[in-house]
T-cell receptor, first 113, second 116 residues
Framework: KAGVTQTPRYLIKTRGQQVTLSCSPI?????VSWYQQTPGQGLQFLFE???????NKGNFPGRFSGRQFSNSRSEMNVSTLELGDSALYLC????????????FGPGTRLTVL | AQKITQTQPGMFVQEKEAVTLDCTYD???????LFWYKQPSSGEMIFLIY??????QNATEGRYSLNFQKARKSANLVISASQLGDSAMYFC?????????????FGAGTILRVKS
């Protein structure tokens, strides 16, 4: 079974721009979570989507948003990029509920210049 | 307060020896899950092992075992017979009660280097 895929793998943007990252979960998985990883703050939870609804949200500004489609694929969007948004963005999928293991994708490395 | 604490920023181990990576956690929720993930330099997070708060026995997955001491709130990862490919960053993570959905809280990580 194919794993979690994320596109693009690398992205370079400039301040003020916006960016959209995509995540395709493992087939049959309905929950998708997003995490931001930086050297300074470590791994931080952004949000989780389940059945096209945001089920949980981390402590990030409103510039960070996401959505999930009926096929469970998810996108996250960051508007008005700041230098501090440079990070590895990881997507994870799990089967259904909160007792299932999350499996991560390879991540999208975003650089903001 | 830190929910997950990994006190070892870096560890060295000789190939074929066992190594223990420490993790302590803090929660007042009786229902929680503890995870260990491995992150090689490529960046992908690889799931290693899971321990539920109500599990009576320590979890094991091949060369990985989890030394779960509930009263001390510790969940140390033991890697037996270390291999060069085990060199990576290791993260301990916790998922609290059902109402938090699939939110994982991660520790700062431990870099493990396996020497030949």
């Amino acid at each position: 079974k194919a794993g979690v895929t994320q596109t693009p793998r690398y992205l370079i943007k400039t301040r003020g721009q916006q960016v959209t990252l995509s995540c395709s979960p493992i087939s049959g998985h309905r929950s998708v979570s997003w995490y931001q990883q930086t050297p300074g703050q470590g791994l931080q939870f952004l949000f989780e989507y389940f059945s096209e609804t945001q089920r949980n949200k981390g402590n990030f500004p409103g510039r960070f948003s996401g959505r999930q489609f009926s096929n469970s694929r998810s996108e996250m969007n960051v508007s008005t990029l700041e230098l501090g948004d440079s990070a590895l963005y990881l997507c994870a999928s799990s089967l259904r509920d909160a007792t299932d293991t999350q499996y991560f994708g390879p991540g999208t490395r975003l650089t903001v210049l | 307060a830190q929910k997950i604490t990994q006190t070892q920023p870096g560890m060295f181990v000789q190939e074929k020896e066992a190594v223990t990576l420490d993790c302590t956690y803090d929660t007042s929720d009786p229902s929680y899950g503890l995870f260990w993930y491995k992150q090689p330099s490529s960046g992908e997070m690889i799931f290693l092992i899971y321990q539920g708060s109500y599990d009576q026995q320590n979890a094991t997955e091949g060369r990985y075992s989890l030394n779960f001491q509930k009263a001390r709130k510790s969940a140390n990862l033991v890697i037996s017979a270390s291999q060069l490919g085990d060199s990576a960053m290791y993260f301990c993570a916790m998922r609290e009660g059902m109402e938090y959905g699939n939110k994982l809280v991660f520790g700062a990580g431990t870099i493990l280097r396996v020497k030949s």
